[in-house]
């Protein structure tokens, strides 16, 4: 995440109080004497050698020469502060060829042509959205001139100007230049040996001798006040001596160079006029609008950092902050972004379903009747009187027979049929009271099994980022009608009453309009709905909050809208990676039994088999889910929960 070195061009932009001071200490250190080297007896040998070395090194400017470079540098801060990107160019150009030894110089001048890019390029969109297409080409042709081989310019749309060579030539990569280039961040390099202090004297005093003791040169901001300070410590390095002092005294540092640093009173308006600044831009891809925006909030309110800018269509965040707030704020993004671990739920849902029905016992009749045989054959005789009157011309029922005897002959024959007889059991009495007993059924003796088994299996496989939901639905969108309303005219109001058109009552016609009824459908998911939420924890293992809920009818309605049945479970487990938890459930489970016997006799204990005939049917539904989480991406060790001490600059009243 960290930014290209011409991404860091900020790193150098400070105010022009901070130019003067530096200005001023350049002055000092070319007005100091240097001393020539010894002449001994090597030197003629190593002529050449030097000769050949100063023909590479730049030499050191003469004392004005300095003064115009510098007179040159200020003259470029305040046009830069005007806006005129052109004309501070031109004057940091002229301080690099007074002074070519003088990085700040070269920087500066990298840094104007960098801002004159970029504002050609803001020009060249302006005039292209005016429809301006000649001038955009114009400025964008400028852009070009300028630096070729700006990343910028190269991806605007536009036809290249006609200077433009793209040919390559052999060599090093075109886009290494020789020269100048954007350096890093300042470092101060402190002597490493220990030192011991007893020092009680005015503040600038104090630290003037404790910086100085470490080969760093202090130069004193006007803010710094006049105090006495008393300040002893024993065998301390620079990195544990120098903010004890400042914390003291109410004082930060700002390095000027690898030897030099600026002292300021500890305020805000100090820091933000003289704290040394770094622009670095952080690629997030891969995120919403939405996203983006509470990384930008996280940036600017817990970091504290003023200049942040989020660009949704690119997917980066711009900021400009003090190098220890850009080190934790990449540290805290990297953690954010980069850092998150990623799961494969492996789910298996077994549905089974079960019917089981019985049937053992012995049904006897239930039913018993008594009927007169005699009145039986007579109603038989007399409904079938062209069949015995044939019957007996032809000799086959005898002359003088009784009606029973007619009516058996008549059934034998197979020309009449009689339930009566079919499911007659017995007589009793006799002659004119001889009477039959009837029943409905015979006896039958039941023993069978009936069993049926349904078995479901689904496999799912959801890939989830941790500490993201993943939602399971199964089943059925049932609509269910909430609520209807009617449009049209259902009545005649009271003043139409006896109000006739072309003949017709008015209530005549109102009464043909049709009352419209239009139902409010809404929709329930029937099934299975399952979210699991895993978070990886710093253990390897996998904590899951699970939501299940299992909604189905009920078979009954309540206004005609049907009852929903409906089941929830939620639960946090926690796992290892590739170990399985199981989640079962009861759908339904409904028994009947049916008992078919004698009454009295087939409730009795032992008589439900003897007697009866016993019929039972259980019916039950059984849902079995086994989740198994699997982490196929890992959170990146290096970034993972680091500690940041970040030391806030203390206000002042």
Not at 286 to 292: I, S, V
Not at 608 to 628: G, H, N, W
Request: with cysteine; aromatic share 4%; glycine share 8%.
């Amino acid at each position: 995440m960290k930014c290209p070195s011409q991404y860091r061009a900020a790193a150098i932009t400070r105010r022009t109080a901070v130019s003067v001071i530096v200005c001023l200490s350049m002055t000092a250190l070319a007005q100091e004497p240097v001393t020539p080297p010894p002449q001994g007896a090597g030197s003629t040998s190593q002529s050449s050698a030097a000769t050949e070395a100063a023909r590479t090194i730049p030499q050191p400017p003469g004392k004005r020469q300095s003064q115009a470079a510098e007179d040159a540098y200020l003259a470029g801060a305040q046009l830069l502060d005007r806006n005129n990107l052109a004309g501070a160019e031109a004057q940091f150009a002229k301080a690099q060829r007074l002074n070519p030894t003088s990085s700040e110089y070269a920087l500066a001048v990298a840094l104007a042509r960098e801002h004159r890019v970029t504002e050609l390029i803001h020009q060249s969109g302006k005039a292209r959205l005016l429809g301006q297409s000649g001038r955009a080409e114009a400025l964008l042709a400028e852009a070009r001139r300028l630096d070729p081989q700006n990343s910028i310019v190269t991806q605007h749309a536009g036809a290249p100007s006609k200077t433009f060579n793209p040919q390559i030539t052999a060599g090093p990569e075109p886009w290494i230049k020789e020269g100048p280039s954007l350096a890093g961040p300042v470092a101060l390099l402190p002597d490493a040996n220990s030192k011991s202090f007893h020092i009680h004297s005015d503040v600038q005093d104090v630290v003037r001798q404790v910086i100085s003791s470490y080969g760093i040169r202090p130069v004193f901001d006007e803010s710094v006040p006049r105090q006495s300070v008393r300040f002893d410590l024993e065998d301390t390095s620079y990195q544990q001596a120098v903010p004890i002092l400042l914390r003291m005294a109410g004082l930060f540092a700002v390095p000027l160079d690898p030897k030099s640093v600026l002292i300021a009173k500890d305020t805000t308006a100090n820091r933000q006029r003289l704290e040394r600044q770094l622009e670095e831009t952080i690629y997030v891809p891969g995120m919403t609008p939405e996203e983006m925006g509470e990384l930008g909030n996280i940036i600017r309110n817990v970091f504290d950092v003023k200049q942040a800018t989020v660009q949704n269509s690119g997917g980066t965040i711009a900021i400009r902050a003090p190098e220890e707030t850009v080190n934790a704020i990449n540290l805290t993004l990297a953690d954010m972004i980069d850092g998150g671990a990623q799961i494969m739920l492996d789910l298996n849902i077994y549905a089974v379903d079960q019917t089981r029905q019985r049937n053992v016992g012995v049904q006897l009749p239930q039913q018993i009747g008594v009927y007169s045989v005699a009145g039986a054959a007579h109603n038989l005789v007399s409904s079938n009187q062209a069949l015995v009157n044939q019957g007996i011309a032809q000799g086959l029922i005898p002359a003088g027979a009784s009606e029973l005897q007619i009516a058996l002959a008549l059934i034998a024959s197979g020309l009449v049929q009689s339930s009566l007889l079919s499911s007659t059991i017995g007589f009793f009495g006799g002659g004119v009271t001889l009477a039959g007993v009837t029943t409905n059924v015979g006896t039958t003796v039941n023993f069978g099994l009936s069993s049926s088994d349904t078995r479901a299996l689904d496999n799912i496989q959801l890939r989830v980022g941790d500490r993201q939901a993943a939602n399971f639905r199964v089943g059925s969108r049932y609509p269910i009608t909430t609520s209807t309303y009617s449009s049209g005219l259902s009545a005649t109001p009271a003043s139409l009453a006896g109000v006739t058109i072309n003949g017709v009552s008015a209530a005549s016609l109102l009464g043909q309009a049709n009352s419209i009824t239009i139902p409010q459908i809404q929709y329930e998911d029937l099934g299975l709905t399952l979210k699991a939420t895993p978070t990886v924890q710093k253990s390897g293992q996998i904590r899951m909050h699970l939501e299940l809920k299992i909604e189905a009818l009920a078979g009954s309605a309540l206004n005609n809208i049907p009852i929903l049945a409906s089941r929830q479970y939620t639960s946090d487990v926690t796992i290892a990676d590739g170990e399985s938890t199981l989640l079962l459930s009861s759908l339904t489970k409904s028994e009947s039994a049916a008992v078919s016997g004698i009454p009295g006799i087939s409730e009795l204990p032992g008589f439900q088999t003897a007697t009866a005939d016993k019929i039972r049917e259980t019916d039950s539904s059984e849902l079995v889910l086994i989740l198994t989480p699997h982490i196929i991406r890992h959170r990146s060790n290096v970034t993972a929960g680091p500690r940041i001490a970040l030391n806030l600059p203390q206000q002042s009243n």
